[in-house]
């Protein structure tokens, strides 16, 4: 039987995300669950705060056992946690704070000393590390339980039915393929809004902002995804087209080489109005939003800007990605690929306006998956639980892949370092995508001030 270890089985992330995903699992996977935490000191009031979460009659609370322990306290958390773990597989989960993974880490070595790690398995939360050199360490400490390929990055962004369509999109439309290059694409947006502020993330955002917290890991698998090559190989006995997915992570992690950052003038940082209150620091810098052209130098791509947004208290939560093509008109055709709220695809083409010239206008060929699926996609973390426990890495970014956009991250902090940019402060709720496309920076009426 498999087991699935929770580290951090109380928090938001877990009820929230992981536990209606695991609920819709168990109706088809075998496993029992350990979930861990400190809040609750019995299963009974365990079961109750989770009930909420769970959707009616599912299998899942049978196979729940939720156990109390201090991860700063391993003396106490090992011999609670050892008679639980049975033979077979067994998949931890870090869902919990950054801060304790080593802790954990150390907690688990010592709980499977005597296992055979072809049996052990492990996912983890985002940030993986705070810097390349933190990244490192924290790989070899994991590394010394766990082989290589069974560990897993989570990216849940890479779990959204609209990022995986991008493989398909490529792989088998060919003209689709063919046109995504520099010789008729003029720029690609891609954008991650979000309507919220930091909220309870207050010391973590301010030790982290938005380029640590969104560039490095969302924004980077995102344009790798969309940027790399796809041969369209998905014949029909999708031999070759498997084949080539399971490189696919290495492929991406090649492209990353490929990428230039822009000069430090193009690069737009801004943060919103409240943020200083919020965090308590009335002196603070720490940016909750960019915007900047990045370059892949390739054949593909060369002197294509791919420009990268994100920020927070924006007018709408919003994530997709636009790509512009070379036009003689305007507005230019474009195709916009929506992650979220809805997952859609629209094609802008010009047709005739009605009447007795030949006057055009631009119209919307659309793809909404609501409206063509019955059945839909599933939550971004049941694609992810399921690869974790089938053991397919197609959607996980490698070790390599992390250590690289670290490098590319880490390229960026020191440019904005050596050449400090003024931040915009700006108004919250207002920004739209259309507003800060047109401007390709935060449109000044939108800036209280810039400091
Ligand atoms: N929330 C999201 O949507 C989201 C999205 C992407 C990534 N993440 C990542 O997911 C991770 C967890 O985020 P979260 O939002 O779920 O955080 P959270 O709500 O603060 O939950 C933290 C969890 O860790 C547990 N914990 C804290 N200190 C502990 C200790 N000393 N010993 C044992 N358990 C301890 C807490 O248990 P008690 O409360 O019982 O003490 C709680 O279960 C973070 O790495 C975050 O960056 C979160």
């Given at each position: 039987m498999r087991t699935l270890v929770f580290f951090g089985a109380t928090g938001n992330l877990f009820t929230r995300r992981i536990l209606p995903a695991l609920a819709n699992l168990s109706r088809e996977e075998e496993f029992t669950v350990i979930a861990l935490g400190r809040?609750?000191?019995d299963v009974a009031s365990y079961r109750s705060f989770v009930l909420p979460f769970l959707p009616d009659s599912s299998p899942l609370l049978e196979r729940l056992v939720y156990l109390q322990g201090d991860i700063l306290n391993p003396k106490e958390l090992i011999p609670k946690l050892s008679p639980l773990l049975q033979e077979g597989p067994i998949y931890f989960y870090l869902a919990t704070l950054p801060s304790l993974y080593r802790l954990a880490l150390s907690a688990i070595k010592e709980l499977v000393a005597?296992?055979?790690?072809?049996?052990l398995f492990i996912a983890l939360e985002k940030p993986f590390g705070k810097d390349r050199r933190d990244f490192l360490s924290l790989k070899e400490d994991l590394r010394s339980v766990f082989p290589e390929d069974h560990i897993f990055y989570v990216d849940h962004y890479l779990g959204k039915g609209t990022v995986q369509n991008l493989i398909i999109l490529k792989a088998e439309n060919l003209f689709l393929e063919r046109l995504l290059s520099r010789e008729f694409v003029s720029e690609v947006r891609i954008a991650i809004f979000e309507e919220e502020g930091v909220g309870e993330r207050a010391a973590f955002y301010e030790e982290t902002g938005a380029i640590r917290d969104i560039f490095q890991n969302h924004l980077l698998q995102i344009l790798t995804l969309f940027a790399v090559d796809i041969p369209p190989l998905c014949d029909e006995d999708r031999r070759e087209c498997n084949r080539f997915l399971m490189q696919l992570a290495e492929e991406r992690t090649k492209l990353l080489t490929f990428l230039r950052l822009p000069e430090s003038n193009l690069i737009e940082l801004g943060q919103y109005a409240g943020y200083r209150d919020e965090v308590g620091n009335t002196e603070s810098r720490r940016e909750t939003f960019f915007c900047f052209p990045v370059f892949l130098d390739t054949e593909r791509w060369k002197g294509v800007p791919f420009y990268l947004a994100s920020g927070k208290k924006l007018q709408a939560k919003r994530s997709f990605i636009e790509v512009l093509f070379h036009s003689a008109v305007s507005p230019p055709n474009r195709i916009s690929i929506e992650i979220q709220p809805e997952e859609r695809i629209d094609l802008m083409l010009f047709v005739r306006k009605p009447g007795r010239n030949l006057d055009s206008l631009p119209v919307r060929l659309n793809f909404a998956a609501s409206g063509t699926f019955q059945a839909k996609s599933p939550e971004a973390y049941e694609k992810i639980l399921y690869d974790f426990l089938h053991n397919d890495r197609t959607l996980f970014p490698s070790s390599s892949f992390v250590e690289e956009s670290w490098k590319a991250t880490e390229k960026l902090l020191h440019l904005l370092e050596a050449n400090p940019p003024k931040l915009c402060r700006y108004r919250e709720g207002v920004l739209t995508p259309e507003a800060l496309f047109t401007a390709k920076r935060i449109p000044d009426e939108m800036c209280l001030e810039r400091f």
């Open positions: 809040r609750f000191n005597l296992r055979n790690p072809e049996e």
